[in-house]
């Protein structure tokens, strides 16, 4: 078997019918071989930034057309070393990511079984995920208050929110989560994203105020890019820190590790360097005794169903990201994406990474640009 072509297929989200905003561009890799089995992969996208990415991909294609699809660890190690010279950027990686996924797609298809039996087997039967997604546009309390039952409502038992946004006093950020914990009640998992603020002593005195709240996780306090100021924040309060969707591969975590910056990981599996790097990551941190909780700021397809084939081999797996936002297109373009049931989507049984595209609706969402931001 050989890869006969790859290509890249830019998606412009529609909005939600709920009315949560979407500010993100999906880009989807397609990886055909001359046995007419095909794979899928899904490439994180940054506004501005996923014209770039897609160029990696075709950037990347070159060297692939022709070549063993089964060869996926010389592939990745080649992509984020020799042909990066060591200087890998957000662009190549999510790019490799993508790539990825769509050769252990292939590998599945052609041995006719899910990807997880052939990374080592299923530590578990089901994933719990965590909503998140549906703050986006809310301006008080009140109305994170809403959408949270909502979402609640939906099924889940565990939603991640900003109540930090647009940088307000202490006691309003305490508030929203406040607002949130008294309209769920006290079952309902809340996790908070920081989302890398750079101020460590605030971070720290609200973390302290939101003790008392029930706080199950605190993300990213301050940037990852300072790991000593991180793991300062870390020793000061007593809610888990968690970091990791903006650092790629093994070589970014190890000094996480190194000074217990983190209580939980947070790599994503279309920037980190894929499914295996994922696996390899999540050993890493085993006997460091620190969980993993898969990022997942990308499509309720692909790289969700990526996500859900490392997540089921990882014994230190947590919870993984279900975004709500994007469960409209998701159900369009695949025919059988992951459904959530109770806070949890069970493990496919078909092969590959189990879920088929549709690849005609993609066209029905061309690329177009976002308006411009603003400082």
């Known amino acids: 078997?050989?890869?006969?072509?790859?290509?890249?297929?830019?998606?412009h989200p529609p909005p939600s019918k709920r009315g949560w905003s979407i500010s993100k561009h999906l880009l989807f890799v397609k990886v055909e071989t001359d046995e007419g089995i095909e794979g899928w992969g899904e490439a994180f996208t940054l506004k501005d930034r996923e014209r770039n990415i897609h160029q990696n991909i075709t950037n990347l294609s070159r060297y692939l057309v022709g070549s063993n699809p089964f060869r996926i660890k010389d592939f990745t190690h080649w992509a984020c070393n020799r042909f990066s010279e060591g200087r890998g950027a957000l662009e190549l990686f999510c790019a490799v990511s993508g790539i990825e996924q769509a050769l252990w797609d292939i590998v599945g298809k052609r041995l006719n079984t899910p990807v997880y039996n052939l990374l080592g087997g299923p530590c578990r039967d089901k994933i719990r995920v965590y909503a998140n997604g549906w703050t986006s546009g809310a301006k008080t309390s009140e109305e994170m208050a809403r959408r949270a039952v909502?979402?609640?409502?939906?099924?889940?038992?565990?939603?991640?929110?900003?109540?930090?946004?647009?940088?307000?006093?202490?006691?309003?950020?305490?508030?929203?989560?406040?607002?949130?914990?008294?309209?769920?009640?006290?079952?309902?998992?809340?996790?908070?994203?920081?989302?890398?603020?750079?101020?460590?002593?605030?971070?720290?005195?609200?973390?302290r105020m939101l003790e008392e709240l029930d706080i199950f996780?605190?993300?990213?306090?301050?940037?990852?890019?300072?790991?000593?100021?991180?793991?300062?924040?870390?020793?000061?309060?007593?809610?888990p820190v968690v970091t990791g969707e903006c650092l790629y591969t093994k070589f970014?975590?190890?000094?996480?590790?190194?000074?217990?910056?983190?209580?939980?990981?947070?790599?994503?599996?279309?920037s980190c360097g894929g499914i295996l790097e994922l696996?390899?990551?999540?050993?890493?941190?085993?006997?460091?005794?620190?969980?993993?909780?898969?990022?997942n700021y990308n499509s309720?397809?692909?790289?969700?169903?990526?996500?859900?084939?490392?997540?089921?081999?990882?014994?230190?797996?947590?919870?993984t990201e279900y975004f709500v936002s994007f469960t409209d297109i998701g159900n369009t373009i695949?025919?059988?994406?992951?459904k959530v049931e109770k806070g949890y989507i069970r493990l496919p049984t078909t092969p590959g990474l189990g879920l088929d595209m549709n690849e005609?609706?993609?066209e029905d969402y061309p690329f177009q640009e976002f308006p411009r931001r603003t400082w």
């Open 1 to 11: 078997m050989k890869i006969a072509d790859v290509k890249g297929f830019l998606v």
């Open 150 to 207: 909502e979402v609640v409502n939906l099924g889940f038992d565990a939603i991640k929110f900003y109540p930090f946004q647009n940088n307000g006093p202490e006691r309003a950020i305490v508030e929203n989560v406040r607002s949130v914990r008294e309209a769920v009640g006290p079952d309902i998992t809340i996790l908070i994203d920081v989302w890398r603020g750079a101020d460590p002593p605030k971070a720290i005195r609200v973390a």
């Open 217 to 239: 996780w605190y993300e990213e306090p301050v940037p990852s890019e300072n790991l000593d100021a991180l793991a300062e924040v870390r020793r000061s309060i007593n809610v």
């Open 252 to 270: 970014d975590f190890r000094e996480v590790l190194e000074k217990r910056a983190a209580d939980i990981l947070n790599p994503d599996v279309a």
């Open 279 to 295: 696996k390899e990551i999540s050993a890493m941190a085993e006997p460091y005794y620190v969980s993993v909780s898969p990022h």
């Open 300 to 319: 309720t397809t692909v790289a969700l169903a990526a996500t859900i084939q490392a997540s089921a081999v990882i014994p230190n797996f947590l919870m």
């Open 334 to 338: 695949s025919l059988n994406p992951p």
């Open 360 to 362: 005609a609706a993609l």
